[in-house]
C-alpha cells in the first residue's frame, strides 16, 4: 500500500472511460422471440441506436448511424420504437432524431421510408409511444403538434398514421382518434379484445406525479374512440402508468394512498409502504407487465427498485435474485401482444428489464417466471478496469432541519493500494440529482469512481422532493425548492465533516440541471463549499418560467416555487442570477448550447452578472450538446475540467489532468 494525499491517487479510470460507459439500455421490447432495446452511442455523436438480440443470443444494431432512434416528444421524449414479426421478418416503425418523422423499415430491406410528413411550423409534428396495429393498416401513437412558434404553442393528441406512407407528405391523412383537450396524453393501451383504449392525461400547471386522469374509450368497429371517460385519478392523484390484464381487467399504478401502487379494477392489488411506480419524464416509462398467467411483473421498492413478481390473487411479491438491486422503469413481457392484438394461448414466462447494482452497470436482464432464473442477456456489464477501483458506496440516512430525515448514498474515496496519510480528512463533492422530482440510484457509475479512485469522496443526495420515498416526502418541496434541497445538501456536507468522514475546508458541490440549480443556489445562499460544479442549470426563474423552457416544464415552478402571478417576488428572491454578487466561491459552469430546457441565456445572464468581481470561474459551452451531454468529446472535456477544479481549489494534485483555467 502507498500513502498519497487524498486526490492524487493513480486511477486506471479515466474520463474517457467513463464517457464510454455513460448511458443505458432503454425501452426494451420483445419482437417475437427476440428482445430489442435502444443504446447509447456516445462515440457516434452520441446517438441512439436500436439493438436487436437473435435467438441464438448474438446481437446487432438494427440501423447504422447517422439513424438515431430518439423521440422529442416533451422534450423528455419516451418510447420511440415498436415493431412485430411477420411471415417476411420483423415490421420495424420509429421515430428519428434529426427530423422526428416516424419511419418503417424491414431490416435486411430498402432503406426506412417516412410515414409522417415534416411541419415548418415551430418544432414541427413529433410523435413517441408507437403501437402497430395491423389489422387496420395503422401504427397509433402520441402526436405533438405544433401551432406556433413558440415553446408552447402546442397541441397534443392520439393519432392513427397509415402504414403504407400516405401520410409521408400529407398532414391530413394523419387520424385523430382524440380530441386536444388535454395538455399532455400518454399512448394508448388497447384492450385484448380491441373494444376499448386506455391512456393518462393531465394539464397545467400540474405535472404526472402531481395528478393525472386515467381515461377509458371504447373503440369503434371504424377504429374511432367513443365516450371518453375519467376511470381513476384526478388533481392530487398521480396514475403512473395503464395496461389491460389478458382477462380484460384495468391495471394501474396510483399514489391515491400517498405510495405508487397497484390496482385491479379500482381495488389494490399489493397495498404497501413503497413504490410500484415512479415520476413520469418521458412517455411509455413501465414498471409493471402484465403475465398471460394472470401475475404481474413489478419495479418495486423504497428508495429503490428491484424486480419481482405479484401474484395478485395473494398479494405476494417474490423478487428475482442476481446482483440487480435497481431496475429502470422499463420492463417487457413475451406474448403481452401478438401480431393481431390478440395475447397468444400459453406464454413463456419471459419478462425483460433494465437492471444494474453498485458494482454492476446497466445491463438487460431476462427473468424466466418459470424456472426463477434471471440473467444479463444484453449490453452485458464487463469490467473495463478491476474492480477493486470501484467504490463501496454506503446507504446513509442523515438529520436535517427540523429533525427531517435525508436519504443519500455516499461513496468514500477507495483505492486498491493507496491509503491517505494518517490524520489528512477526504475532499467530498456533494452530488444534488436532476428532477427535481427524480432521484439517484444505487448503481455503478463511472464518473463516480473516475473521482473516488482519485482519493476524492462524492455523496449523492435524495434531498426533500425526491422520489421513491412516497408522495409526503415528494412533496417536501413544494414551494421550497431552492430552500428545502439547499438545506438537505448541506446538512449531508456538515454531519460528514462533523463526523470525521469529509474535511471541512475541502467541500465542493456539484449537479446537473435542476441539481445545477440547487449547485447555484447553495453558493449563493450557504458558505459550506469551497467550489463548485455548476451543469445546465436553472439560475433565474422568472426568465425560465415566463418563456425561456418548453411546454412540459414551463408551469412547473407554479407547484416548486409558488403562483407566479401570486408571488413574483419570491421567484426574484431565490434566483441565483439576482445575487451573483454572493458568491465567492470558484465554481465552473457547463452549457449545452442547444440546450431548449435549460437555454444558454440563462448562463450568459448570470456570467455578466458576475463580470469584474474577482471571483474565479470557467465556462465551457459545447456545441451540438442539449439538456445531458451525449457526445464523449463532451463528456471528456467536461469531466477532467471538473476534476482541475477541485484540484486547484483544494490543493489537490491528480495525474494527468489538463490544467482548466479560471478567470476572473
Request: some cysteine.
Amino acid at each position: 500500500m502507498q500513502t498519497l494525499a487524498y486526490g492524487s491517487w493513480p486511477s486506471p479510470i479515466d474520463a474517457a472511460l467513463a464517457a464510454a460507459h455513460d448511458g443505458r439500455p432503454e425501452d426494451v421490447g420483445f419482437v417475437g422471440d427476440e428482445v430489442w432495446w435502444t443504446a447509447p452511442r456516445p462515440t457516434e455523436g452520441g446517438r441512439r441506436t436500436l439493438v436487436r438480440r437473435h435467438s441464438d443470443g448474438t446481437e446487432e444494431p438494427v440501423l447504422p448511424a447517422p439513424w438515431n432512434v430518439r423521440s422529442r416528444v416533451i422534450e423528455y421524449g419516451g418510447r420511440p420504437w415498436a415493431a412485430l414479426m411477420t411471415d417476411t421478418g420483423p415490421l420495424l416503425v420509429f421515430v428519428n432524431f434529426a427530423d422526428q418523422r416516424l419511419y418503417a423499415h424491414e431490416p435486411g430491406g430498402a432503406e426506412p421510408r417516412p410515414l409522417t410528413p415534416l411541419s415548418p411550423v415551430g418544432g414541427g409534428l413529433r410523435w413517441v409511444e408507437p403501437d402497430l396495429r395491423p389489422e387496420r393498416g395503422e401504427v397509433w401513437c402520441v402526436l405533438e403538434e405544433f401551432t406556433g412558434d413558440g415553446p408552447t404553442d402546442v397541441r397534443r393528441v392520439l393519432a392513427a398514421v397509415p402504414l403504407d406512407g400516405s401520410a409521408a407528405e400529407d398532414r391530413d391523412a394523419v387520424r385523430e382518434l382524440t380530441d386536444d383537450r388535454h395538455r399532455f396524453v400518454t399512448g394508448p393501451r388497447v384492450s385484448p379484445d380491441g373494444r376499448r383504449a386506455a391512456w393518462l392525461a393531465w394539464d397545467h400547471p400540474r405535472m404526472p406525479w402531481d395528478g393525472t386522469e386515467l381515461l377509458v374509450a371504447d373503440i369503434g368497429p371504424e377504429g374511432t374512440f367513443r365516450d371518453a371517460r375519467t376511470v381513476a385519478g384526478g388533481p392530487e392523484e398521480s396514475v403512473a402508468q395503464v395496461e389491460w390484464a389478458p382477462d380484460g381487467a384495468l391495471l394501474y399504478a396510483s399514489d391515491r394512498t400517498g405510495w405508487w401502487n397497484l390496482y385491479r379494477d379500482g381495488q389494490p392489488l399489493c397495498a404497501r409502504d413503497e413504490e410500484f411506480g415512479g415520476p413520469l419524464w418521458k412517455l411509455g416509462q413501465r414498471w409493471f407487465a402484465p403475465l398471460d398467467s394472470g401475475l404481474v411483473a413489478v419495479v418495486h421498492g423504497r428508495g429503490a427498485a428491484v424486480l419481482g413478481i405479484l401474484d395478485p390473487e395473494t398479494g405476494e411479491v417474490v423478487d428475482a435474485v442476481g446482483p440487480w438491486t435497481e431496475f429502470a422503469g422499463t420492463l417487457a413481457a413475451h406474448g403481452e401482444r401478438s401480431e393481431m392484438g390478440v395475447p397468444p394461448p400459453g406464454g413463456s414466462g419471459r419478462i425483460v428489464g433494465v437492471g444494474a447494482g453498485p458494482h454492476r452497470s446497466y445491463e438487460v436482464v431476462e427473468l424466466d417466471t418459470r424456472t426463477g432464473r434471471a440473467r444479463a442477456i444484453g449490453a452485458a456489464h464487463e469490467d473495463a478496469v478491476d474492480p477493486a477501483y470501484y467504490p463501496e458506496p454506503q446507504i446513509r440516512t442523515f438529520t436535517g432541519p427540523d429533525g427531517r430525515d435525508i436519504h443519500a448514498h455516499v461513496y468514500p474515496p477507495h483505492h486498491p493500494d493507496c491509503v491517505a496519510p494518517d490524520g489528512e480528512r477526504a475532499p467530498y463533492v456533494i452530488w444534488a440529482h436532476g428532477g427535481p422530482t427524480s432521484r439517484s440510484p444505487l448503481v455503478l457509475d463511472l464518473e463516480i469512481a473516475y473521482f473516488t479512485s482519485r482519493g476524492i469522496g462524492v455523496a449523492e443526495v435524495n434531498y426533500g422532493g425526491s422520489t421513491g420515498h412516497g408522495r409526503e416526502y415528494r412533496n417536501r418541496l413544494r414551494e421550497q425548492w431552492g430552500v428545502v434541497d439547499v438545506e438537505d445538501c448541506a446538512a449531508v456536507a456538515l454531519a460528514l465533516a462533523d463526523e470525521g468522514t469529509a474535511d471541512r475546508e475541502r467541500l465542493a458541490v456539484r449537479g446537473g440541471s435542476a441539481g445545477g440549480w440547487t449547485a447555484a443556489a447553495s453558493l449563493t445562499t450557504t458558505d459550506v463549499y469551497a467550489c463548485g460544479t455548476v451543469i445546465y442549470p436553472i439560475l433565474d426563474l422568472t426568465g425560465w418560467g415566463t418563456g425561456e423552457t418548453h411546454d412540459f416544464e414551463s408551469q412547473y415552478l407554479e407547484s416548486l416555487i409558488g403562483p407566479y402571478a401570486e408571488v413574483p417576488a419570491r421567484y426574484v428572491e431565490r434566483s441565483p442570477a439576482e445575487h451573483a454578487d454572493r458568491v465567492t466561491a470558484p465554481f465552473l459552469l457547463l452549457q449545452g448550447l442547444d440546450d431548449v430546457i435549460c437555454p444558454p441565456v440563462q448562463c450568459e445572464r448570470f456570467l455578466a452578472r458576475m463580470a469584474g468581481r474577482g471571483v474565479p470561474h470557467a465556462y465551457l459551452a459545447f456545441e451540438g450538446e442539449g439538456h445531458g451531454f451525449r457526445r464523449a468529446g463532451t463528456m471528456v472535456r467536461a469531466l477532467e475540467a471538473e476534476l482541475s477544479l477541485y484540484a486547484q481549489t483544494f490543493g489537490l494534485s491528480p495525474r494527468g489532468v489538463p490544467t482548466l483555467e479560471l478567470t476572473e
